[in-house]
């Protein structure tokens, strides 16, 4: 369980144990030199382990052994290397191309940038490149946003004892094998971690290496016997103790397996379609359940299919091919009769003053009078009724001569042969669409007999049908009804015929089914039932077994294959390797500096040692212990900061105990470490960097500081870096430090450049630009005072420090009153370059002039009160 982790390095002690590894496990069987490969550039996943026992079975995979390119070179480590530069870089993440990160030539170079703005980029090139253990499972991927693809390249600039380099590199490939001296420290791979028993161990990178190793067979040896083991105990039951029965196919074949049985019988008849599915669970349900009780289920269940498929078939005549003609010609028919009778009509009533006699509305007009003078005017008269004195039902005026023979004429019209006629085609016409109107089914009616085949019959795939003929009718009878009145209708959509034979053919089942149940047991049909059912069982027990049966075969020959597989993880030699690298690696001179190097980062005041601890597999462990408590469990002591500087102590010490000169970089050293721990790590940083390069990415700027003064007490070059992102693209590299971690002077410099290249928006009337120029010359204004008054008490309060120099209390006199009204003046004024009175609703913006004068009263500023300060001594 590792928790603090560091040290990816390559001190020449580290490089010389994996040499040395490598050329001892030119003996190694196959399996081990490919887990030693694993193990050397990454930890190893479940998918590594897989492909390891694979290996070991000696399997179709291929061994990939370890090699000089997976490791340090050795050679290298007697070199001193520097780097000088990354640059041409290309498809990682989303850095930015066409940019060079350069680096100082010795001391310390610190490289900032806040969180997403490619840091992370850079570094992990510089892990691929450095042959990092911890790169393996850290990927570097192009930008996903970006069109351009292809591999990850970037060129390096380095030094050899001096001498100037540069080597491509691209991620598929390995890089200059000298860059492999340069050592990196990030949070990945550890030479100490906490032990499972909570202790904190150090174990140098190669003896780690093979303890993983002998671990490795001691995991793999386990999976090896627990395998044998349980084939050898398997007694498959489909031979042993089948629970199929003897008489069935599957009951036959089980007695009669032996090695010239074929897979694929036994699959074939394992293998139950979806139909014999559902007949199996029919079958087991019919038989297990009150046979009287499920004979009415069943006899009930058929008499709702059957009512529903009667429904299903008048519609679907009602629709068949030929329907939608035959109700055209009813129609035409009528209409044909129809306006037979309205010419007659003409004929009759052409002269009379008003239109439209023999029309529908007035056939209506007419019946309703003869009702009227049957029941109501003239009960005991004929209609219509004429006589003297006699009047009109509709308008009850008396009748003349013409009245009366207007109305028996309209009388005799009605009973004419020509109306007659028109009332029987329509009448027949009218009946016909009733029967097809009366023929539908109402969607209420189409679920529930799809539910009944879908959910009581399961038969998904036969409701659909059914569900898509119904819907299909229904569609061809509303076409129908809608377009038989056209003289030139549509094409009626496609019959889609209903699957009458596969329903009749359940019903047919259901009363075969309750006709069987209510047979007595010894029935001939309760017998077929019965046996229908256990051949169906037992084949789908069968297909529960059936790999068990298959693989009895071969079962023999595996187990011997496995034993010789266990031969090649004995560790005897492994131990022995180890115990050599202890005493290379881990010496009296490591632990001493160790020791030194804890106390340097001042961890909790604890004096701390290495200690010689046990053996895991016959790999001698070291732990790190109390001098005063050495049986006290350290991981329970330490806290997470000071556990980050035990990992970069022992880093240190490592390095410390060769000659190597070559570069240091430090990724996010200062990650859980409260300020007096990175104040002590500045400290040490600065130390080192007096005698080699030291490289620190970091995204805090406290620790910026805390590094900046640590090199300037003890007078080491120190020179800063910065790294941006922009809108869509990261990776932008500068020379200087942070806008808000570089000196007054050069933030003031950069704000006049910026006025000077930008006031041309304001000359040509591009108000829009001027304006975020303004805002943005107006928030460093602001800052950069604020800035200003932190150097003008820095001898005495400097930023993030914890302490108070009372040494240069007096230069605090060089302040006069007028300064501190000078500099609220000007403060103000920043303050409302871009406001104004509520009178002004669209105030025009100030000129380039008023924005240098600001810059300029600024710029005075700063340096009378720095001439002053330093005309006063310190006391």
């Known amino acids: 369980m590792s928790e603090t982790k560091g040290n990816s390095g390559t001190g020449d002690s580290e490089a010389r144990g994996l040499a040395s590894i490598l050329l001892w496990s030119q003996d190694c069987c196959g399996w081990q030199r490919d887990a030693l490969r694993r193990l050397t550039i990454g930890e190893l996943g479940d998918a590594d382990l897989a492909e ?55 001391g310390v170079t610190v490289i900032y940038g806040d969180n997403g703005s490619g840091k992370s980029g850079y570094i992990r090139v510089l892990k691929k490149v450095c042959r990092v253990r911890s790169s393996k499972d850290e990927k570097i991927v192009s930008n996903i946003y970006a069109s351009k693809t292809g591999p990850q390249k970037a060129r390096i600039g380095f030094t050899v004892n001096g001498n100037n380099h540069d080597a491509p590199w691209e991620n598929v490939k390995i890089g200059d094998p000298r860059l492999s001296s340069i050592s990196i420290f990030d949070s990945s791979a550890a030479s100490v971690h906490v032990d499972q028993t909570n202790n904190v161990a150090y174990t140098p990178f190669p003896m780690k290496v093979l303890e993983d190793l002998a671990q490795l067979c001691q995991v793999i040896k386990q999976r090896l016997t627990a395998e044998i083991e349980a084939i050898e105990k398997q007694t498959p039951a489909a031979i042993k103790t089948p629970e199929c029965r003897s008489q069935t196919t599957v009951g036959k074949l089980i007695a009669q397996l032996d090695g010239r049985t074929r897979p694929e019988t036994i699959r074939a008849l394992a293998t139950l379609s979806e139909t014999e599915k559902t007949r199996l669970q029919t079958l087991k349900t019919d038989l297990a359940s009150d046979p009287a009780k499920t004979a009415r289920t069943l006899s009930a269940q058929k008499l709702r299919l059957d009512n529903h498929l009667t429904g299903l078939e008048v519609l679907q005549a009602s629709v068949a091919e030929g329907q939608g003609e035959l109700l055209t010609q009813l129609y035409r028919k009528y ?317 240190l010490a490592e390095l410390s105990t060769t000659e190597s000169r070559s570069t240091l970089v430090f990724d996010d050293p200062v990650s859980s470490l409260d300020h007096m721990h990175r104040e002590n790590l500045a400290k040490r940083f600065a130390a080192e960097g007096q005698n080699r390069q030291i490289l620190v990415f970091t995204h805090d700027i406290a620790f910026l500081f805390l590094l900046n003064e640590a090199c300037h007490e003890q007078q080491t070059h120190i020179g800063f870096r910065c790294i941006t992102r922009g809108t869509d693209l990261a990776g932008y590299c500068h020379l200087n430090a942070p806008m808000n971690a570089q000196p007054v002077d050069k933030v003031i410099e950069s704000m006049q450049k910026q006025l000077d290249n930008q006031k041309i928006q304001h000359q040509q009337g591009n108000q829009e630009e001027w304006y975020k120029t303004v805002r943005s010359l107006q928030e460093q204004l602001r800052t950069t005072w604020e800035r200003a008054v932190e150097e003008v008490v820095g001898p005495v309060l400097k930023r993030l420090a914890n302490k108070v120099d009372t040494k240069g209390l007096a230069k605090l006199t060089a302040v006069e009153l007028k300064d501190c009204k000078t500099m609220r003046k000007a403060f103000g004024r920043c303050s409302k370059l871009l406001h104004s009175s509520s009178e002004v609703l669209n105030p025009p913006l100030p000129a380039p002039d008023a924005i240098q004068n600001e810059i300029t009263v600024l710029l005075e500023w700063t340096a009378d009160i720095k001439a002053r300060q330093d005309k006063i001594e310190t006391v």
């Not at 041409?88 to 191309?97: G, H, I």
Request: proline share 3%.
């Open 335 to 651: 209409q044909t009769a129809k306006q037979a009778s309205a010419a007659a009509a003409g004929d009759l009533f052409g002269n009379d003053p008003l239109p439209a006699i023999g029309s529908e509305v007035w056939r209506v007009l007419w019946e309703a009078a003869r009702t009227y003078s049957q029941q109501q005017a003239y009960p005991a008269a004929v209609f219509p009724f004429t006589a003297d004195g006699a009047r009109c039902v509709l308008c009850q005026q008396e009748l003349d001569e013409e009245a009366a023979d207007r109305l028996v004429r309209f009388e005799s019209f009605i009973k004419d042969e020509s109306k007659r006629r028109e009332q029987n085609a329509r009448d027949i016409y009218e009946d016909a669409v009733q029967k097809l109107r009366a023929g539908d089914v109402s969607f209420a009616n189409l679920r529930a007999i799809v539910a009944i085949v879908r959910d009581e019959l399961n038969d998904a795939v036969l409701a659909a049908q059914v569900r898509k003929s119904t819907l299909t009718a229904k569609w061809r009878l509303r076409h129908i009804l809608r377009a038989h009145k056209l003289w030139s209708p549509p094409p009626v959509p496609t019959f889609e015929a209903l699957p009458s034979q596969a329903l009749a053919a359940y019903s047919a089942d259901l009363e075969t089914r309750a006709s069987a149940l209510m047979s007595e047991s010894t029935s001939e049909d309760r017998k077929k039932f019965i046996a229908e059912c256990e051949e169906l069982t037992d084949r789908q027990w069968l297909s529960l077994v059936q790999e068990d049966v298959i693989a009895e075969v071969g079962r023999r020959g595996e187990i011997a294959a496995l034993r010789a597989a266990l031969e090649d993880t004995k560790t005897n030699r492994i131990t022995t390797k180890s115990a050599e690298l202890a005493e290379d690696l881990v010496t009296n001179a490591l632990r001493a500096q160790f020791t030194k190097e804890v106390d340097k980062l001042g961890v909790a005041g604890l004096a701390i040692e290495l200690r010689k601890d046990r053996s895991s597999y016959g790999t001698p462990l070291f732990r790190v212990s109390l001098i005063k408590k050495p049986d006290a469990r350290v991981g329970e002591i330490l806290s997470e900061g000071e556990h980050r500087c035990v990992a970069i102590a022992a880093f």
């Open 52 to 106: 390891l026992i694979a290996l070991c079975k000696k399997r179709s995979l291929k061994a990939v052994p370890l090699a000089s390119e997976h490791a340090p070179d050795s050679k290298a480590a007697t070199l001193t290397v520097t780097l000088r530069c990354i640059e041409a870089v290309e498809n990682v993440n989303a850095l930015a191309e066409k940019q060079r990160l350069t680096f100082e030539k010795s």
